[in-house]
């Protein structure tokens, strides 16, 4: 990219627009970004110009939206998110957030008032922002809340001390930074565990909170919500405000890191009484072999169904307050394992699965307001794109919308006739939308979007076109393979092509909006993307699935390549200038084709990959992953043969075979793939007297997430392209 414009977008993201300060210069109030593009190409600078709108709730009358953005400044190296709100058509749009200070997780309390969270504390304004009140009184302690139904009682999240796996230093020595280790999971994604989260009840008064609060797992060693992802939504109140249902993984140490068995749990606030509603009340978990897979257990036996071993997470209480809903993995250790919708009768102690008829993953999902017929909206994910559905207690699905874009989440809105829904796809950030369903009918739902938050910028901007390919693979299917063309496409002339390798290694290449791998960003750059539907990825059913757990570099590998053959078919795709690109499994497929892509590519780049899966084996903190996906650990002689042919294939041993420059990146804080995985691979790389590049962060983990340095990657990735591809 041109110096000239490098500046040119600096000066506009960090000087001009978007950033007012107070005269204490850390009071920084970063806002939307009105920013002035060059030439219609999306930048890196454009790309973190733009808003993220992230949570967002209905009122209780259906009239109004509040929602939640985030904008980011480079040149402070930061985020804001703040509070707008609107009416319920997308019109009368108005923003909530006076403060410098982030305000964020906005609730209705009525109508006319709204709860959020700033500060580490829970506060109330009215529906234009005035009237602002701190209503909990906890030090900046609030992580999370969620108000009672009837008002008088909340969930506060806090995280409380926890050295279950650390010990506590001596008092006389406050300033060791040294951490003495018992047991597993001491550290998980991106920290060190000494603390946990628990959720605490308090009530609530005519002045606001109460300062005393009930942790409901007093003395219990787990946490809740889940790490490292979960959130409130893994709780929720029963309607007459008398139970919570809430997720935890009972569990700690070894047990806790070789086992994906979270539960749902019923907590009764008279009685302070907690029953598992995944298990019966004599269940004992069954001795395992930490160094072994659990790939014997049958998703449908009869003790599956009884005692649910797998992943359960996210209860939602029905309507009439008779039933729990959650999402629910069959097999425990299986992280990835088919996502099903449960339904819990509360006065039988029933279970019932009812999405047994959709051969794919439930992503997320609501109660309607008729539970006679059941009717729950979900997402699902079908043939690369998250789209809505219905089903009824008969388990008959009904697709309800069929576009080439992905539904990222769904409430109900409380007049009971509309659903409210975030969606994205490649060629446009997350927006909102208002589904009106039909599931007499699904060709007549209506969806009409309502948010416009990133206009001003992608007017400006040349707009890729998507196409689907169906390519045949070696075993003889036929394969999803998205081609992104570039803006002002020509068909006469011939494109620098990038093969994309998704990572999971069970995640979908659905259309996703991302702000690193952005495919947008890199049409915008010139380049075509060829981005497959592999074996081993959901929407394509169970068996496709379930292709790749213990054959990372079998069937899937073919697939990749056969993709990229089939792409240079193609008149427009320049088979002289590939290249390779992948984050996390893709990383590691990159490192792996890096020593079997038999001249095809003329660069790679591995974000965050492994590349020494023995390493990896006990590097990583979450075992459950490399015990189901590996199905042994490395030492152990009497290996099945996966296990062999896995550690065979791992890439650092063909790193002989390596003749094609390569660009490492990797966080120094991602304990899910360590770092010495990108540096042991660049380490090779030059030794063998290859070209190449390592691109490190001491501060970041698996994903890049601070401003600066997102810029930093996406320079340094767009130069590594043109250096070899153009």
Known sequence: ????????????????????????????????????????????????????ISSYAASPDGQHIVYQVGYYSVKYNKSHHVLYMMNADGSGKKLLTESSKNETDAQWLDNETIAFLTGGEVWSMKTDGTARKQLSQTKGEVEGYKFSPDGTKVILLKSIPYHGSIKENPSDLPKATGRLVTDLMYRHWDHYVETIQHPFIAEVTADGIATTAIDILE????????????????LDWSKDSKQIAYTCRKKTGVAYSISTDSDIYLYNIGTRETKNLCKPANYKAPAVDPTKT?????????????????????????????????????????????????????????????????????????????????????????????????????????????????????????????LLAERHSYTAPADLYLVTPNS?????????????????????????????????????????????????????????????????????????????????????????????????????????????????????????????DDATTLPYVDKDRLGCVGASFGGFSVYYLAGHHEGRFKCFIAHDGAFNLEAMYTETEENWFSNWEYDDAYWNK????????????????????????????????????NATQGMSAFNAARMRGIEAQLLIFPDENHWVLKPQNGILWQRTYFNWLERWLK
């Not at 500046?7 to 978007?18: K, P, R």
């Not at 206009?455 to 890729?464: F, M, S, T, V």
């Not at 992104?484 to 994309?500: A, H, M, Q, R, V």
């Not at 996966?642 to 420059?661: E, G, I, L, Q």
């Open 1 to 52: 990219m041109k110096k000239h414009l490098l500046s040119f977008f600096l000066l506009v993201l960090c000087g001009l627009t978007g950033i007012t300060t107070t005269q204490a210069q850390n009071e920084v109030k970063i806002g939307k970004q009105h920013i002035t593009v060059s030439e219609g190409r999306m930048t890196p600078e454009a790309l973190w110009a733009m808003g993220r």
């Open 638 to 673: 009497d290996q099945t043969a996966n296990a062999r042919r896995t550690y065979a294939n791992s890439p650092h041993r063909f790193v002989d075979k390596w003749d094609t420059p390569i660009l490492c990146i990797h966080g120094e804080k991602d304990y899910r793939i």
């Open 294 to 418: 659990l790939k014997t257990q049958s998703v449908n036996s009869e003790e599956n169904l009884k005692n649910l071993p797998g992943y359960d997470q996210n209860p939602k209480f029905s309507p009439d307050g008779k039933y729990v809903a959650w999402l629910s993995m069959s097999r425990d250790g299986y992280e990835s394992d088919r996502q099903r919708l449960c339904c819990y009768n509360l006065a039988t102690g029933e279970h019932q699965f009812l999405t047994e008829s959709f051969d794919s993953h439930v992503d997320d999902f609501c109660w309607s307001d008729n539970t006679k017929d059941a009717q729950i909206y979900f997402i699902g994910v079908w043939h690369a794109t998250e789209n809505l559905y219905s089903i009824n207690w008969k388990g008959e699905v009904k697709q309800l919308t069929n576009t080439w874009a992905d539904f990222g989440s769904i409430q109900m809105m409380n007049n009971g006739k509309q």
């Open 440 to 564: 007499k009918k699904p060709e007549k739902t209506i969806v009409s979007q309502i948010t416009e938050e990133n206009k001003h910028i992608l007017d400006q901007l040349g707009k890729p076109s998507v196409q689907q390919r169906w390519v045949k693979t070696t075993d003889g299917h036929e394969m999803l393979t998205w081609i992104i063309l570039p803006p002002n496409f020509d068909e006469t002339k011939k494109y620098p092509t990038l093969l994309f390798c998704e990572g999971g290694p069970q995640s979908p290449v659905s259309q996703f909006w991302s702000y690193r791998w952005n495919f947008f960003i890199m049409a915008s750059q010139g380049y075509i993307i060829v981005a497959p539907n592999r074996h081993g990825l959901p929407g394509f059913g169970q068996e496709w699935l379930e292709e790749i757990s213990g054959d990372w570099t079998g069937q899937c590998m073919k697939d990749y390549m056969s993709a990229i």
């Open 219 to 234: 003395g219990e060693p787990f946490e809740c919500p889940m790490e490292p992802f979960g959130g409130i939504e893994q």
